[in-house]
């Protein structure tokens, strides 16, 4: 079985450029999550979807970050225009259902380095 | 809110010794679940080991088990004969259920020959 798959690994870009990052879950996954991870830190929640439903948004600055899951399957988030702060890995996870019930499998990430 | 804490931001055992992470947490819930992650310099997150808060008994994984105290929120996890592939990150987690994971700061592993 596939796992969860990102692209790019890694991003350069300078900064107020855009960027977008894309997600595959593992076939069959419902629920999608979209993690930050500065260096040294445990992941923060970003966003969460329920098939094409974003139903926890409340962490994603909605000013310069979006996101969408077309079809309930793929997802991408995007950055526009990127700060020097947004510099971080993103993760992305995806589950069968409800989080905490169900475990959450991990893509390996997309490094961001803004310049 | 919930809050995840790991008060050891570094730890290192010998191969084949034994060592134990610490977590605290912090919930007014009674019925929740908690984690252990993983993560390698790959960066990939694995999950290591879960225990469900209604349980009593403290779950286990071949070397992985945990230490659940659910009177003193606390979440410890044992790793046994370690093995030079379980250098690492590790993450404590909390969830209730539905709800997002709120993880902790993570603790380095260094597993030395």
């Known amino acids: 079985e596939a796992g969860v798959v990102q692209s790019p690994r890694y991003k350069i870009i300078e900064k107020k450029q855009p960027v977008a990052f894309w997600c595959n879950p593992i076939?069959?996954?419902?629920?999608l999550y979209w993690y930050l991870q500065n260096l040294g830190q445990g992941p923060e929640l970003l966003i969460r979807?329920?098939?094409?439903?974003?139903?926890?948004d409340s962490q994603l600055p909605k000013d310069r970050f979006s996101a969408e899951r077309l079809k309930g399957v793929d997802s991408t988030l995007k950055i526009q225009p990127a700060e020097l702060g947004d510099s971080a890995v993103y993760l992305c996870a995806s589950s069968v259902g409800l989080a905490g019930v169900h475990e959450q499998y991990f893509g390996p990430g997309t490094r961001l380095t803004v310049t | 809110a919930q809050t995840v804490t790991q008060s050891q931001p570094e730890m290192s055992v010998q191969e084949a010794e034994t060592v134990t992470l610490s977590c605290t947490y912090d919930t007014s819930e009674n019925n929740y679940y908690l984690f252990w992650y993983k993560q390698p310099p790959s960066r990939q997150m694995i999950l290591v080991i879960r225990?469900?808060?209604?349980?009593?008994q403290n779950a286990t994984e071949n070397r992985f088990s945990v230490n659940f105290q659910k009177a003193a929120k606390s979440f410890s996890l044992k790793i046994s004969d370690s093995q030079l592939g379980d250098t690492a990150m590790y993450f404590c987690a909390f969830s209730e259920a539905g709800n997002m994971l709120t993880f902790g700061g993570g603790t380095r592993l260094m597993v030395k020959p």
């Open positions: 979807y329920e098939n094409e439903e974003a139903v926890d």
């Open positions: 225990q469900e808060a209604y349980k009593q």
């Open positions: 076939s069959g996954h419902n629920t």
